[in-house]
């Protein structure tokens, strides 16, 4: 029984961390777009940035934490593919963060559920 509910939680990682990581890398590419489109569109008129511009600024900030920002602080010297990698790592990352949250909440429902027994 034990075995069979490790394969479980076992298959359910491996399908929800790269589907988040995935999503997550997605909109990672989508913000810094946005963020880059926004800034060029004001580049020549230098007017102030709109709500919507430092929503975007403000929502790729959020998404692009921890491994993108700290890597911004490093001093990273190198081929392009490094920046890929740190984006794809930031991604993973996300994605088991959330695994580990829903799993977290979905043990302690379990528990309660049969405590309540």
């Not at 990682?13 to 589907?19: L, R």
Request: proline share 3%; charged share 5%; hydrophobic share 60%.
């Amino acid at each position: 029984m034990a075995l069979a509910l490790q394969r479980s939680v076992l298959t359910r990682f491996w399908v929800c961390v790269p589907a988040v990581a995935a999503c997550h890398f997605c909109v990672q590419l989508l913000t810094l777009l946005m963020v880059i489109g926004a800034t060029m569109a004001r580049f020549d008129s230098a007017a102030a940035p709109s709500a919507l511009d430092q929503v975007f600024v403000l929502f790729n900030a959020v998404v692009n934490f921890p491994l993108v920002t700290l890597a911004r602080w490093l001093p990273l010297q190198g081929h392009a593919w490094i920046g890929w990698f740190v984006y794809s790592a930031n991604s993973l990352l996300w994605g088991i963060a959330v695994w580990l949250s829903f799993h977290r909440l979905a043990v302690r429902s379990a528990q309660a559920q049969h405590a309540s027994w």
